[in-house]
């Protein structure tokens, strides 16, 4: 267990655990989330979420039709997780407080990870967590940050994200990330104004704008969401931003995945969508 790791799952609870209950996420977010995965994929299976945080994610897993979904996390957000679970769940479930990097199991039909490589010391090591925990001939699904798309966040949020992880969660929370938020609340709104005075197309110089995809997607929520998201932000002593080309020699080199199986979608012009299936036995 690196050290790097527990601290930054330290940090991700008290985001998690000075939440409301219930899910953070909309179903329309979850269902976004896990494309090109859908309801039937995880109808009557195994499911397992390596990085379950809150069980904002797992709690709609659990209304997919899953026969069973297994939620780990280092940090002591599973505590907020297995109340969450208890009012929420639609099947039946377990949230475990481990390492996922070291978590191993018999093996699940559906291993997703979403938001959590990223913050690892070694987001390789948590990508081969997730290809060991699948089944022979299951799926697998990830979500990370990628360097592409991400230029004003590396450049003008790290430096503050390397400041803030280093004060009380409340100071960051409250006196940092809601203030620090503000303005692109508004920036994301203007930008969803400006996309509907066009009847939703983007305009021609649309591509020029930072952030244009994600704030056309964030803009959709209320502030309370873009202050969770900034927290998210500045509160972890850990983030890294993941290159396509990195992404795809993990796809092509792992001996587990099946090669013919496999997907890389760049999500909100700054994000990657990965995964595929394991090879059957």
Request: proline share 4%.
């Amino acid at each position: 267990m690196l050290a790097r790791d527990v601290d930054t799952a330290k940090a991700f609870a008290t985001s998690w655990n000075n939440l409301p209950g219930g899910s953070v996420y909309t179903h329309d977010q979850f269902s976004e989330w896990m494309k090109p995965l859908q309801k039937k994929d995880f109808e009557g299976k195994e499911v397992l979420e390596l990085g379950c945080g809150n069980a904002s994610l797992l709690v709609h897993s659990s209304r997919w039709g899953a026969k069973r979904v297994v939620g780990v996390d280092l940090g002591d957000s599973v505590l907020s997780a297995r109340q969450n679970m208890d009012e929420g769940a639609g099947c039946d479930w377990v949230v475990e407080q481990a390492d996922l990097v070291k978590f191993d199991s018999a093996g699940f039909d559906v291993v997703y990870c979403i938001g959590v490589l990223h913050h690892l010391k070694s987001p390789r090591a948590g990508f081969d967590a997730v290809l060991r925990n699948v089944r022979h001939g299951g799926a697998f699904h990830c979500w990370v940050y990628g360097w592409e798309g991400n230029a004003v966040i590396r450049f003008v949020v790290e430096p503050i994200r390397r400041l803030a992880c280093r004060l009380p969660w409340w100071v960051t929370k409250y006196l940092l990330a809601a203030p620090l938020v503000a303005p692109y609340y508004i920036y994301a709104k203007l930008i969803k104004l400006l996309a509907g005075q066009v009847d939703g197309a983007a305009p021609w110089f649309a591509k020029w704008l930072p952030l244009y995809e994600y704030s056309l997607w964030i803009s959709k929520r209320e502030f309370a969401f873009f202050h969770h998201v900034a927290f998210d932000q500045l509160v972890t002593p850990q983030t890294c931003y993941l290159r396509k080309s990195e992404l795809e020699l993990w796809l092509r080199e792992h001996p587990e995945v099946d090669p013919g199986s496999t997907y890389l979608i760049f999500r909100n012009g700054n994000s990657w969508k990965f995964g595929g299936r394991r090879k059957q036995a």
